[in-house]
């Protein structure tokens, strides 16, 4: 079966500084997705970013990165400059390749503190 | 902008009541989601719809059922409410599946009491 894992059920950190969040994937297959969610508090989850798990650079968005590491099934999401509204709940998430369903770890609560 | 929209923000509702809760997506995706979110637990998939009329058990159907009569809606049936389905539903959407993985797309999700 295929599982996400999220080590850090919560994290604070103080704006303006770098915060990663961790992720572990287990899975069989060669080829997939892996992504980042973001939930606000009270508001729609969004996505982040996604990684292909065919290309060997690791995925940016702005301030957002990530660390892909498909050998050790790892993926971790740097927050660069860390903002107030950072503050969210983050899923990592896996989808196998043409599976049009998803598979979401538990979550990491961060907060980003004045 | 793809926009899921969910009938209800909060519901209250009674043990043993019929719950219907609605989801309406405006970009004509194939496939459609809905989701239990629980601290602790994450998000987890109850149902998925693929097609008008088609629906596929995710990984905790039990006590729910659904109903896609159009591609547009998809609803999700709590056919006797209980206290353990307290919880906050997500509905999601994506476009099916091709050549490159399409993400999901949310709605504000509804928070469901059951008293």
């Known amino acids: 079966a295929q599982t996400v894992t999220q080590s850090q059920p919560e994290m604070s950190v103080q704006e303006a500084e770098t915060v990663t969040l961790s992720c572990t994937y287990d899975?069989?297959?060669?080829?997939?997705?892996l992504f980042w969610y973001k939930q606000p508090p009270s508001r729609q989850m969004i996505l982040v970013i996604r990684q292909e798990a065919y290309k060997q650079q690791n995925a940016t968005e702005n301030r957002f990165s990530v660390n892909f590491q498909k050998a050790a099934k790892s993926f971790s999401l740097k927050i660069s400059d860390s903002q107030l509204g950072d503050t969210a709940m983050y899923f990592c998430a896996f989808a196998p390749l043409r599976d049009d369903k998803i598979i979401f770890g538990k979550g990491t609560r961060l907060h980003i503190l004045p | 902008d793809v926009k899921v929209t969910q009938s209800s923000r909060y519901l209250v509702k009674r043990t043993g009541e019929k719950v219907f809760l609605e989801c309406v997506q405006d970009?004509?995706?194939?496939?459609m989601f809905w989701y239990r979110q629980d601290p602790g637990l994450g998000l987890r998939l109850i149902y998925f719809?693929?097609?008008?009329?088609?629906?596929e058990k995710g990984d905790i159907p039990e006590g729910y059922s659904v109903s896609r009569e159009k591609k547009e809606r998809f609803s999700l049936i709590l056919e006797s409410a209980s206290t353990n389905q307290t919880s906050m539903y997500l509905c999601?959407?994506?476009?099916?599946?091709?050549?490159?993985?399409?993400?999901?797309?949310f709605g504000d999700g509804t928070r469901l009491s059951i008293l």
């Open positions: 970009m004509d995706h194939e496939n």
């Open positions: 899975t069989s297959e060669n080829n997939y997705y």
């Open positions: 719809s693929y097609d008008v009329k088609m629906k």
């Open positions: 999601a959407s994506s476009p099916a599946t091709g050549l490159s993985y399409q993400p999901q797309h």
